[in-house]
T-cell receptor, first 111, second 115 residues
Framework: SQQGEEDPQALSIQEGENATMNCSYK?????LQWYRQNSGRGLVHLIL?????REKHSGRLRVTLDTSKKSSSLLITASRAADTASYFC???????????FGKGTTLSVSS | DGGITQSPKYLFRKEGQNVTLSCEQN?????MYWYRQDPGQGLRLIYY???????QKGDIAEGYSVSREKKESFPLTVTSAQKNPTAFYLC??????????????FGPGTRLTVL
């Protein structure tokens, strides 16, 4: 019952570069969330974008949502080594009772 | 110090044993969730509970059981019927019973290994 699919699966960049990861989903949504997971740790919520929003910012993060294409992107500007983590998008199940997570994008930022 | 805690951090199980993973939250959240994560994979929902004394199966409930006797606690038992239990287990909670309406807060996880 996977809803979101992140792309690429893995991304390696240098510090200071921007990182863009994408998420595609299948059914209509009320909102879409992005989470971050450091290796071996729990997930941390980054940002929630509602279906009537097209773009949202939080610090160095920029999230866009295109409901016509059923896709979202997460941009991290001026990446730092500390941004190294896996990033997941999440949407709500059709029953509305749980979040459905994609497999994630693993970002590696080297100094 | 508010948050969601899981214990133990590491757990080793012999084949045929049942083990229970603890999840406690002091955020006064109504809804709680258990996810399983395998290497390089996303999270898969095991069970969820939107209110005390009620819980629902997720996508991969077979071989697992839960209880929700208190609002703060949502323990997960991995039974001997679960044939491949080695994984990273994550517990989460949220204000809203309607999933996705709000942020989910995650615990630090329990890594279960079958010997």
């Amino acid at each position: 019952s996977q809803q979101g699919e992140e792309d690429p699966q893995a991304l390696s960049i240098q510090e200071g570069e921007n990182a863009t990861m994408n998420c595609s989903y299948k059914t209509s949504i009320n909102n879409l969330q992005w989470y971050r997971q450091n290796s071996g740790r729990g997930l941390v919520h980054l940002i929630l974008i509602r279906s009537n929003e097209r773009e949202k910012h939080s610090g160095r993060l920029r999230v866009t949502l295109d409901t016509s294409k059923k896709s979202s992107s997460l941009l991290i500007t001026a990446s730092r080594a500390a941004d190294t983590a896996s990033y997941f998008c999440a949407t709500v199940s059709q029953a509305g009772t749980a979040l459905i997570f994609g497999k994630g994008t693993t970002l590696s930022v080297s100094s | 110090d508010g948050g969601i805690t899981q214990s133990p951090k590491y757990l080793f199980r012999k084949e045929g044993q049942n083990v229970t993973l603890s999840c406690e939250q002091n955020l006064n959240h109504d809804a709680m969730y258990w996810y399983r994560q395998d290497p390089g994979q996303g999270l898969r929902l095991i069970y969820y509970s939107q209110i005390v004394n009620d819980f629902q199966k997720g996508d991969i409930a077979e071989g697992y059981s839960v209880s929700r006797e208190k609002k703060e606690s949502f323990p997960l038992t991995v039974t001997s019927a679960q044939k491949n239990p080695t994984a990273f287990y994550l517990c989460a909670s949220t204000w809203d019973r309607l999933a996705g309406a709000d942020t989910q807060y995650f615990g630090p996880g329990t890594r279960l290994t079958v010997l």
